[in-house]
Structures are given as C-alpha cells and as structure tokens.
C-alpha cells in the first residue's frame, strides 16, 4: 500500500495584481492510486488561464487510475476541449498550456508531460533531486542537438518558446516516463519554470532541506517572494511511504 504523508505547495503570480496563469491540482486520491498536476498557461496567449484551466478540471473529474491508462487519449482529449472552446471565441485560437501529470499507483510513478514545468523525484539515497521529465522547448532542442551550449543560450532570446503544449493549433507531444518505488520512502516534486528556476540557480542551497519537504517548499516560496517571482510560480511535493508489508511483496516479486 502507497500512502501520502506529507505534501506541501505554493503558487505566486509574477506581479501581484497580474492573473496567474499557472493552475494546479492539489494530489487526490482516486481509486487505484493518487494523481496531482501542474498547468502553466502560456503567457503572451491570450486564453492562457483559460487553457490552464481546462486542463486541470478535466483531470480533476477523473476518479479511477484506469482511466489514465491511455495517457495519449487523455492529453488529446483535452485538446479537443480546446478546439471546441477556440471554435467559440476566434480571439482565443491561440491560447496554450503545458501540463505535467504525476500518477502514483501501488508499486511505479508514471509521469506523463508536456511543455516545459518539470518533475523531480528524491530516493532519499543521495539527497539530491532527479529529473525526470525533458523540457519540450526550442531552447532544450538547441541544447540536445549541440548546435549551442549552455552558457551560450543563457540569454537566448526565445529561450522559453515550446516545441510543445497543448493547444488548438499547436502539435502536442507527449512524454511518458515510469518509475518503479523502490525505496519505502520517496518524495516528488513539480514546478512551473518560474520556480524551478529558482532551485536551479542554486541547487547546493536547497540540498539540506530536501528531507523535510515542508522546509523546502518554505525555503523556496520565501525566497522568491523576497527576490521577485521571474514568472508564474508553482509548486506541488509529496512525499509517499511503502508500507512494510507492500516492500516485502515487491522484493519478494523480484526474486521470483
């Protein structure tokens, strides 16, 4: 049995009498297991909040873990929501969002994405938070295939422009990726870019209080208060517990 401890979350608009953009799903519990999201509506899209939205309250309904089976179907349902909004309303042809599901079942993660918000997990083996999900913009593509470094596009001018997300009239890619629970304890995190952005700028920093998810959601939400929010910022973390009786079944599996 898998079970969630501790979670903890933020969300900071860029300025404060500016919309956020950025619309989160608290983890629920559903049968089968537990899902929460993240979803940053494009910000220079009009509709993104609306697109944002969208997404979050169409997986919100879903109740069952089965019904996440087919993730392609879920995304490309999503999609067609959009459309069938956009067919209303010309003046919001445009609106986008990235969206960034976490599903938590009895023995894996399954992570299923799109956009640029980011998932990390922690074994608790290193202290040290582990990436999972790819960044689907021009500036990662330009980064994979070499074609400029790192330091290079610091400054890039489209340096936040997605290869992918979802939308009416943009081609949706969607990353999977699973992750067996080993450990009897693990903690997942998402973040917009205008949080991760923070942890990233100094890593180091934040190591010491990843074992306590509440310290470093504070740590993080304070500091982006104290310095300015560079983007939308979202935050969700849970840290999940294997039951005993669940870890022996799984390693007992193994050996057979």
């Known amino acids: 049995m898998i079970n969630i401890t501790s979670t903890s979350t933020f969300t900071i608009p860029k300025e404060n009498n500016l919309e956020n953009k950025d619309t989160i799903l608290l ?47 879920v995304f490309n349902m999503i999609k067609t929501i959009l459309v069938n909004i956009s067919n209303k309303d010309e003046s919001i042809k445009d609106m ?96 917009s870019d205008g949080a991760y952005n923070y942890y990233e700028d100094d890593s180091d920093y934040y190591k010491l209080s990843l074992a306590n998810i509440n310290e470093f959601s504070f740590k993080l939400e304070q500091d982006i208060l104290k310095k300015g929010a560079k983007d939308d910022s979202s935050f969700i973390a849970v840290k999940i517990l294997k039951s005993k009786e669940q870890n022996k079944y799984s390693n007992d599996k193994n050996k057979i």
């Open 27 to 73: 983890p629920k519990k559903i049968q089968g297991g537990y899902i929460f999201a993240i979803a940053d509506g494009v910000g220079k899209k009009k509709g993104a909040k609306l697109a944002s939205k969208t997404a979050i309250e169409y997986l919100d309904k879903i109740n069952d873990i089965k019904e996440l089976s087919d993730i392609i179907l």
């Open 96 to 191: 986008a969002t990235t969206l960034t599901l976490c599903i938590i079942s009895p023995t894996y993660i399954k992570v299923a994405h799109t956009g640029d918000c980011r998932l990390y997990i922690d074994k608790y083996k290193n202290k040290k938070l582990i990436q999972l999900t790819n960044d689907q913009s021009e500036h990662q593509k330009l980064l994979k295939d070499g074609v400029f470094t790192k330091e290079e596009l610091k400054n890039h001018p489209r340096k936040h422009a997605l290869s992918s997300a979802l939308s009416p009239n943009m081609k949706v890619e969607v990353e999977e990726k699973e992750e067996k629970i080993l450990s009897e304890e693990m903690s997942i995190f998402i973040m």
